[in-house]
């Protein structure tokens, strides 16, 4: 009897334990990442061969979104037909300062015809860099160019490397862009790895500028300060992600600025990313 007795409690059990199963397969757990997204310029040199072949391998990896650093030669036109076919967004590209200083209205019309909601300043040469006053002046700059963005429905930002950490009297170029800039008007996209890279901690940007950082770029590092992939590094991406409501984050992009393999790498991040 005793036996008997024990069976169907293990039977009950085992059913118990079945029914939360197919309760958890049936409501998933919400993910820290709900769309990942890749930077294409770790796909440049695909891309430079074949856009649309790209675009597709990018789009059956599983990603969804991809932000733009160049069109290779395609028309807006091309590229929005091409993201349309392959089942993918761009949010976002990078663009130049060249092009914000130079050619603004044309780089808006292309965005437009393409369907970017954000346009992202990449990167400052070495002679567009200098002291406070110099960032000060570029954020001037910046708030003049996302003014003009505005009236367009697309939103600027700014990508960060690390030198703009570099002390500059008591003060750097991040902390400054981030001061003298519009918070309505100027957005940042926090470079998760240079952050991590130059010694500082996103979460401290986050807390003291909340809802400024609608764009993250994840790249992991190892323990030598190298550039790895998402999940073979030391940065604690969820802990990171966890505040992602705080910063405002609305796209992941995945990226490595030299990889050995593009495709082998994106697809590592990727399984990493659509994990958390």
Request: proline share 3%; aromatic share 10%; charged share 25%.
């Amino acid at each position: 009897m005793t036996d008997r007795r024990n069976a169907i409690k293990q039977m009950a059990g085992a059913v118990a334990v079945g029914s939360m199963s197919s309760l958890r397969d049936l409501v998933a757990p919400p993910r820290a990442v709900p769309r990942c997204g890749v930077q294409l310029y770790t796909l440049r040199t695909e891309m430079q061969k074949n856009v649309d072949a790209t675009l597709d391998r990018v789009a059956r990896i599983g990603y969804k979104e991809v932000e733009f650093a160049g069109y290779f030669g395609k028309s807006p036109a091309q590229i929005a037909a091409r993201l349309k076919s392959a089942g993918l967004t761009a949010p976002s590209a990078h663009v130049g300062l060249a092009d914000i200083r130079d050619k603004w209205s044309q780089t808006l019309d292309v965005a437009s015809a393409i369907g970017h909601r954000y346009l992202v300043c990449a990167y400052l040469t070495e002679d567009q860099r200098g002291d406070a006053e110099t960032y000060r002046q570029l954020a001037a700059e910046f708030n003049v160019a996302a003014q003009a963005a505005k009236a367009r429905g697309i939103s600027f930002a700014y990508h960060n490397h690390d030198f703009e950490f570099t002390p500059l009297a008591g003060t750097n170029g991040y902390d400054v862009l981030l001061a003298e800039t519009d918070k309505a008007l100027v957005h940042f996209e926090m470079d998760l790895y240079w952050t991590a890279k130059a010694g500082k901690n996103a979460l401290d940007f986050f807390a003291a500028y909340p809802g400024r950082f609608p764009l993250v770029h994840v790249k992991d590092m190892k323990g030598d300060g190298s550039m790895t992939e998402v999940g073979s590094g030391t940065i604690r991406f969820a802990r990171i992600f966890a505040k992602a409501k705080q910063a405002g984050i609305k796209h992941y992009y995945v990226e490595h600025d030299q990889p050995k393999d593009a495709f082998a790498s994106i697809t590592t991040s990727y399984k990493a990313l659509a994990a958390m």
